[in-house]
T-cell receptor
Framework: DGGITQSPKYLFRKEGQNVTLSCEQN?????MYWYRQDPGQGLRLIYY???????QKGDIAEGYSVSREKKESFPLTVTSAQKNPTAFYLC????????????FGQGTRLTVV | AQTVTQSQPEMSVQEAETVTLSCTYD???????LFWYKQPPSRQMILVIR??????QNATENRFSVNFQKAAKSFSLKISDSQLGDAAMYFC?????????????FGAGTILRVKS
């Protein structure tokens, strides 16, 4: 079945550590996105990519990094520079243009311990 | 930069009644797309309905319909015959149709509660 997969579902990070969230899609979509969702709030864009080897900062990119070496994969690294990383992270993919919707993964809940 | 505003943090509706969720957006572009997504307690994002800005006709999907007012930059969602399963967080989203750099921008969301 085609879809978008995020892993792990739950992730715990110690202070000062970098952690990487995985996002893989087999929908052949060119565009991929990372969003952060805090409790009771909307989705804020961290990074997005419309093509392999290219990505753009979103509204809250500080403390995060991404790579897009393969069309299917768009991993997000939460670095130690991100001072408040505890949140729910959603990955999405879509065609870069047109009315087709974005498809979302099931999310990763990151908690700093 | 494009922004999406949902001015209703929470709404309540009685089962079988109708409710309207508001959304306004700010853009200088003429070609774009608008979406409503639903996020139930499972947190899985589900597309509810979509609208192309060049289409004057309002989109409908079963019990869900939109009132798209391009000049007013308004895109409200009407849910008819509300059901308990409609209880969720609803997000309005915008995407431009430029050749490059199309972000998918979301509003802050509206929590919809359905009373039995």
């Amino acid at each position: 079945d085609g879809g978008i997969t995020q892993s792990p579902k739950y992730l715990f990070r110690k202070e000062g550590q970098n952690v990487t969230l995985s996002c893989e899609q087999n929908l052949n979509h060119d565009a991929m996105y990372w969003y952060r969702q805090d409790p009771g709030q909307g989705l804020r864009l961290i990074y997005y990519s419309q093509i392999v080897n290219d990505f753009q900062k979103g509204d809250i990119a500080e403390g995060y990094s991404v790579s897009r070496e393969k069309k299917e994969s768009f991993p997000l690294t939460v670095t130690s520079a991100q001072k408040n990383p505890t949140a729910f992270y959603l990955c999405a993919s879509s065609w870069p243009r047109g009315v087709t919707e974005a498809f979302f993964g099931q999310g990763t809940r990151l908690t700093v311990v | 930069a494009q922004t999406v505003t949902q001015s209703q943090p929470e709404m309540s509706v009685q089962e079988a009644e109708t409710v309207t969720l508001s959304c306004t957006y700010d853009t200088s572009e003429s070609d774009y797309y608008l979406f409503w997504y639903k996020q139930p307690p499972s947190r899985q994002m589900i597309l509810v309905i979509r609208q192309e800005a060049y289409k004057q006709q309002n989109a409908t999907e079963n019990r869900f319909s939109v009132n798209f007012q391009k000049a007013a930059k308004s895109f409200s969602l009407k849910i008819s015959d509300s059901q308990l399963g409609d209880a969720a967080m609803y997000f309005c989203a915008y995407r431009s149709d430029m050749e490059y750099g199309n972000k998918l921008v979301f509003g802050a969301g509206t929590i919809l509660r359905v009373k039995s």
